[in-house]
């Protein structure tokens, strides 16, 4: 077992930027908590005579023990996640604001100076309207002391300026099991989860095509999955179709697949009980079976229904498919009904791979390292952009890695816009500029109506799950040479701290259900 906080090179791994985040001492307030007021008027301090939150005034909490703010200085962007500015990395707004030298235990108003009339001020007021804005603030120090540098961040913090407008479109709504079949494909075909097939024949509408000049083409398999998408310049975009994925290659808190052969053992008991992976495995959620039982075109909606088992027999449940092709765009929506005699589940969602070269990710939602449902605190809302060498965390047993979670929009990029020069993963936390990798038009772009996760990675989940050691997979280039792989989820469970401590918490848990994933591609 070899967990923790640091890689064996002292590397800090995401989880640290989580510790970084919660042991934070600094922190800061939109409004004044109630526990903050009643603290101070139990010390006999005078709390803020004005506690109500207010643009562009924060209340700033010093939590250090002995030591005041006068050395602390204070800076804050304005980041949009506006797809259509033209900023690459979201910042609309940037300044800086001079802190009280607050005394330990000591909560302070702050004007922060943001534009709020003039040119700059319409400026500002427009991007909230038109896109989700966050606030960041970052404490950092102003001079060096013998344990750091001047400028080392000593906290961060994101308060909400917006919220994303309703989406212009709706979801994709399907008719459930009762659609009527269409002769275009045979009902009854199988694929497999665990692979792809090639794009099948699709000739006009029935086939699920739609072209043209300037247009988007979509191809759907014979088995009935989206299979091929080509944009304006006719580059196929996709090397195997988008599949259901119930499955992830477990993490050592999901169980140790080093010491699976102690399972029955009484002694060795804590390694195989209560353990999730075990039940993804008895059930067999590495391999789905997926099963056309119907099609149906009317209104220009195309509209499929799956039968979902397992190649071991288990009954999953049903996956509810319908796309609408409009100019560029693909919208799509995913419902899967899955069974309530399955164990928890590690994902529901989507895999498939990209075509070759397209490998670098530019996107807003939670960043940049890895971020989970329940290890989200230290990942912050914002634009970001990686390489898929940065995007993958090489842990030292492989197992799933680098999921960016409550990600709004998504776009992918050739790599011949940014190449990278190194072989190596980064860890999951090194950021690229985002003019580098992000130059001209995305070759493809992922909206979803509700937040959804994504990963990035050269390798499959059946390469992570066989893999006994980082150093024995393929070198990166070299698996990224046939393509990435890409998950998109509607949920994924969370990683928990099983190796040595409690399970994941059940509001972070998967259980049988109906999930919807409501996405649009565009390119």
């Not at 903050?36 to 005579?49: E, I, M």
């Not at 993963?425 to 038009?441: E, K, N, Q, Y």
């Not at 259980?511 to 591609?521: H, I, N």
């Amino acid at each position: 077992i070899a967990d923790g906080l640091l890689f064996p090179d002292r590397g800090p791994k995401p989880a640290m930027a989580e510790c970084a985040h919660l042991f934070r001492p600094v922190r800061a307030y939109a409004s004044l908590p109630e526990s903050l007021r009643v603290r101070a008027v139990r010390n006999s301090s005078p709390p803020p005579a004005s506690s109500g939150a207010r643009l562009g005034r924060v209340f700033v909490e010093n939590r250090f023990d002995f030591s005041d703010l006068s050395g602390v200085s204070l800076s804050w962007t304005v980041v949009s996640g506006d797809r259509s500015r033209p900023e690459r990395d979201g910042i609309v707004a940037r300044g800086g604001a001079a802190l009280p030298p607050s005394s330990p235990g000591g909560v302070e108003a702050v004007e922060l100076g943001l534009p709020l009339s003039g040119e700059a001020g319409e400026a500002l007021r427009s991007a909230m309207r038109d896109g989700e804005c966050v606030l960041e603030l970052e404490f950092s120090l102003s001079r060096t002391l013998p344990w750091a540098e001047a400028g080392h961040v000593l906290a961060r913090e994101q308060l909400s300026l917006s919220e994303a407008p309703l989406a212009a479109r709706r979801p994709v709504r399907g008719k459930g099991a009762s659609a009527r079949a269409s002769g275009a494909v045979a009902s009854g075909a199988v694929a497999s989860g665990s692979g792809g097939s090639a794009p099948g024949p699709a000739g006009g509408p029935a086939g699920g095509q739609a072209g043209g000049e300037g247009l988007l083409e979509a191809r759907f398999s014979d088995e009935g999955f989206l299979a091929s998408l080509k944009g304006p310049s006719g580059a196929e975009l996709l090397a195997s179709p988008l599949l259901p994925c119930l499955f992830r290659a477990p993490t050592q808190n999901d169980g140790l697949k080093n010491f699976m052969s102690l399972r029955g053992q009484s002694d060795f008991a804590f390694y195989y009980t209560d353990k999730a992976m075990y039940g993804w495995l008895d059930a067999g959620l590495d391999r789905l079976v997926c099963s056309l039982e119907s099609r149906e075109e009317s209104g220009g909606v195309l509209r499929l229904v799956h039968g979902l088992s397992t190649a071991k027999g288990a009954k999953t449940g049903r996956l509810y498919q319908s796309f609408r092709i409009e100019g560029r765009r693909v919208e799509a929506d995913f419902v899967f009904d899955l069974d309530p005699g399955l164990p928890e589940l590690p994902r529901v969602g989507l895999r498939g791979r990209l075509a070759p070269g397209l490998e670098n990710a530019r996107w807003f939602g939670l960043g940049p390292h890895e971020a989970y449902s329940d290890r989200r605190a230290g990942a912050r809302l914002g634009v970001w952009s990686a390489y898929a060498a940065g995007l993958a965390v090489p842990y030292i047993v492989p197992q799933e890695n680098g999921n960016r979670h409550g990600t709004r929009w998504l776009e992918l990029y050739s790599a011949s816009d940014a190449a990278p020069s190194s072989d190596a993963a980064t860890r999951g936390v090194a950021p690229l500029a985002a003019a580098a990798a992000s130059r001209g038009a995305p070759a493809l772009a992922v909206e979803g109506v509700r937040p959804f996760d994504f990963s990035l990675s050269p390798y499959s989940d059946e390469e992570l799950w066989e893999g006994r050691h980082w150093d024995g997979l393929r070198p990166f280039r070299e698996a990224l040479k046939e393509g990435a792989w890409l998950h998109l989820d509607a949920a994924q469970r969370g990683v928990g701290t099983a190796t040595c401590g409690p399970d994941t918490l059940e509001r972070h848990r998967l259980r049988p259900g109906v999930y919807r994933l409501s996405l649009a591609f565009e390119a």
